[in-house]
């Protein structure tokens, strides 16, 4: 189960940092990324963190602005969001891919999907 948190509304230029922990056991060896729905558009890949080689993948568009970082002691992940633009306001998802070795942006790799934490930049 995933659990994501750290939503919420901030100006343009400001930062967020969103969390995401999972519960249960997960191994040595899987995948946690990041995606994210604005209104009327298509959920989109932002970033993804392999645990087993700390191999991270970013979309090209937020490469600079956006880092993903493991969370070792919630067995999960952070997204810090730097620099964040009202095109920003979406949906966040974080999801787990149990068995993967490297870092996707392949939404149909991912098993487990969080609840999903809404991100809102005002300009």
């Known amino acids: 189960q995933l659990q994501a948190s750290g939503g919420g509304l901030v100006q343009a230029g400001g930062s967020l940092r969103l969390s995401c922990a999972a519960s249960?056991?997960?191994?040595?060896?899987?995948?946690m990324g990041w995606f994210r729905r604005a209104p009327g558009k298509e959920r989109e890949f932002v970033a993804a963190?392999?645990?087993?080689?700390?191999?991270?993948l970013y979309a090209d568009s937020l490469k600079g602005r956006f880092t993903i970082i493991r969370d070792n002691a919630k067995n999960g992940v952070f997204l810090q969001m730097d620099s964040l633009k009202p095109e920003d306001t979406a949906v966040y998802y974080c999801?787990?891919?149990?068995?993967?070795?490297?870092?996707?942006?392949?939404?149909?790799?991912?098993?487990?999907w969080g609840q999903g934490t809404l991100v809102t930049v005002s300009s």
């Open positions: 249960g056991r997960t191994g040595s060896s899987f995948v």
């Open positions: 999801a787990l891919d149990l068995s993967g070795r490297y870092a996707s942006r392949d939404q149909s790799s991912y098993e487990y």
């Open positions: 963190i392999a645990r087993r080689f700390d191999s991270t």
